[in-house]
C-alpha cells in the first residue's frame, strides 16, 4: 500500500514540475532560495490552497528531491504509518537523495521527533503545514534554533496582478485610462482576494470559497481537533466574518453564541486562529493588563471568504479596505500583537494600526475609503495626532519624539499635509500595496 501511495504521488510531484511555466512567482520565492541550502529545517505555513505545495515544489525545481504529502485519504483509511517504512519506501523510489518536501505534516502524529531525527540524520526538509500551532508551540518545543519559518498567505495584490498578466509600471500614476484599469484590479481584489485558484482560473470565486471555507472549517478544525459540537464553532466562525475589523470580546461571544463557559470561547477561537481562518488583535498600551483586558479586533485570512461567507446588503468597502491592509501587514512580516496593534486615544478615536520596529513606534496607519468627506478626513487626522501626541507623552520610543509616518491609505487619493507641525501621507490603497520593500 504505501509503495502505491509513493509512486503515485511520485507522478503528481512531476507533472507538477512539468507546469513551472505556470508559475506565479511569489513575493517570498528570493527568501525562500536565500535559506535553502541552510542547516535549517524550512518550515512552510499557511491556510490550504494558498499556494504553500506549489511553492515548495518550485523551490526544490532545480535538485533531485523527494516527496511525500501526509494529507492522503489512503493513508487515512489505514489509520498512519511506520516512519522507518516510509523512509525505505522513499528511497526504494528515489535513491540516495537526503533532500525531502514533506507536504501536511501536521497529519503525522509526533511528527515534530520525526523531523528532528531527519534533521540530526543530515537530511535537507522543507515540510509545509496548514496550522499555525506548528509556528508557535511544536516548533518552539521541539525545533528551537533549528527551523526558519516561511509563511505562505494567499496572494498579495502584486502577486495577483501577475496572476492576470498585468503590467503596471511608472505611467500609471499619471495616464487616467491606466489608473482606471489598476483600480478596476484592486476592486477584484478587494472583493474576491487573492487566492491562487480565483485569480488564476475564471471560476465562480463566491462558490468556491464558500466550499473552500467549509472544507478548511471540518478538516483543520473539527476533525483535526476532535470538536464535538461542529455547528458551535460553526456558528462562531460565521459570526466573527460577518463582524470582521470589528472589537470583540470572549464574553460577548459567549453570550451570543451561548457557550457553557469562557474557557470553551478561547478554546473554540484559538482554533480558527489555528487554522489560518482569522486572525485576533490586541489594542496597543504600555500596560500588559490594558492590553490583555481589552476588547480584540478580528480580521479574516482573505477578503475573498468576506464575501462569500459574510452577510452584506451591500459591500462596506471601508472595512474590506481595512481587513486587505491588515492581512498585507502580516505578509510583510509584522507580528500581530508584538509589531502590530490598534489603539483607542483617551478620547475614543480608533487608530487602526500601530506598526513597530523592536522598541519604537515606526508607523500609524489610518485606512478611509472616502478620503475627500472633509468630516471623514478630520476624523481620521485627529485621530493620528492625537494618538502620535499621547504615545509621546507616555514614554513610548519614538523616533525624534513623535511617531515619524502618519499614513492615511485611501481608495484613489495621493497627497501630503501638514497637522500641529506633523506631516501626514494621504496614499492610494494599490500604490501602497504594490511598494516592493517587503519585511523577511
Not at 120 to 133: D, F, K, M, P, Q
Not at 183 to 189: D, V
Not at 303 to 322: C, D, T, V
Request: aromatic share 10%; net charge positive; proline share 3%.
Amino acid at each position: 500500500m504505501l509503495n502505491d501511495v509513493v509512486l503515485k504521488q511520485k507522478m503528481e510531484k512531476e507533472h507538477l514540475l512539468s507546469l513551472q511555466l505556470q508559475y506565479v512567482a511569489r513575493t517570498k520565492d528570493h527568501f525562500g532560495k536565500k535559506w535553502l541550502d541552510s542547516n535549517l529545517i524550512k518550515v512552510v505555513l499557511g491556510p490550504r490552497r494558498a499556494g504553500k505545495s506549489v511553492f515548495s515544489l518550485m523551490l526544490l525545481k532545480d535538485r533531485p528531491f523527494m516527496y511525500f504529502n501526509f494529507d492522503d485519504e489512503v493513508l487515512a483509511s489505514v489509520g498512519g504509518i511506520a516512519t522507518d517504512e516510509l523512509m525505505k519506501t522513499l528511497h526504494a523510489a528515489y535513491g540516495n537523495i537526503k533532500t525531502i518536501l514533506f507536504d501536511e505534516i501536521q497529519n503525522l502524529p509526533n511528527w515534530e521527533l520525526f523531523a528532528n531525527r531527519l534533521h540530526r540524520e543530515g537530511y535537507n526538509l522543507v515540510i509545509t503545514g496548514s496550522n499555525a500551532r506548528l509556528l508557535s508551540k511544536e516548533l518552539a518545543t521541539h525545533l528551537t534554533g533549528r527551523h526558519m519559518p516561511i509563511e505562505i498567505l494567499p496572494f498579495d495584490f502584486s502577486e495577483f496582478l501577475r496572476a492576470k498578466n498585468f503590467v503596471v509600471d511608472s505611467e500609471y500614476g499619471s495616464l487616467p485610462q491606466r489608473r482606471g484599469e489598476v483600480l478596476k484590479f484592486m476592486e477584484e481584489y478587494l472583493l474576491n482576494g487573492g487566492f491562487p485558484e480565483v485569480a488564476v482560473n475564471k471560476i465562480d470565486p463566491k462558490d468556491y470559497l464558500e466550499v473552500l471555507y467549509d472544507s478548511l472549517l471540518f478538516k483543520d478544525v473539527v476533525k483535526r481537533h476532535k470538536v464535538k459540537f461542529s455547528a458551535q464553532i460553526g456558528n462562531l466562525g460565521s459570526y466573527l466574518i460577518n463582524n470582521f475589523a470589528s472589537l470583540y470580546s470572549l464574553r460577548k461571544l459567549q453570550d451570543i453564541l451561548g457557550f457553557k463557559s469562557i474557557t470553551t470561547t478561547e478554546k473554540y477561537t484559538k482554533y480558527l486562529e489555528e487554522a489560518y481562518l482569522v486572525f485576533s488583535l490586541l489594542r496597543y498600551s504600555v500596560k500588559s493588563a490594558q492590553r490583555i483586558k481589552s476588547p480584540k479586533k478580528v480580521y479574516v485570512v482573505d477578503n475573498g471568504f468576506i464575501s462569500a461567507k459574510a452577510i452584506q446588503h451591500s459591500p462596506n468597502r471601508g472595512k474590506l479596505m481595512e481587513n486587505l491592509v491588515f492581512i498585507e501587514l502580516v505578509k510583510r512580516g509584522a507580528k500581530p500583537n508584538l509589531e502590530l496593534f490598534y489603539y483607542k486615544t483617551r478620547n475614543d478615536r480608533e487608530v487602526d494600526f500601530i506598526v513597530k520596529k523592536g522598541i519604537e513606534v515606526v508607523e500609524l496607519i489610518q485606512v478611509c475609503y472616502d478620503a475627500k468627506n472633509p468630516d471623514a478626513e478630520e476624523r481620521e487626522i485627529k485621530a493620528l495626532v492625537e494618538t502620535s501626541n499621547e504615545l509621546s507623552a507616555k514614554g513610548v520610543s519614538v523616533s525624534g519624539g513623535k511617531v515619524p509616518k502618519l499614513t492615511v491609505l485611501t481608495w484613489d487619493e495621493k497627497r501630503e499635509m501638514e497637522k500641529d507641525g506633523m506631516a501626514l501621507h494621504f496614499q492610494p490603497l494599490w500604490e501602497w500595496l504594490l511598494v516592493s520593500t517587503r519585511r523577511a
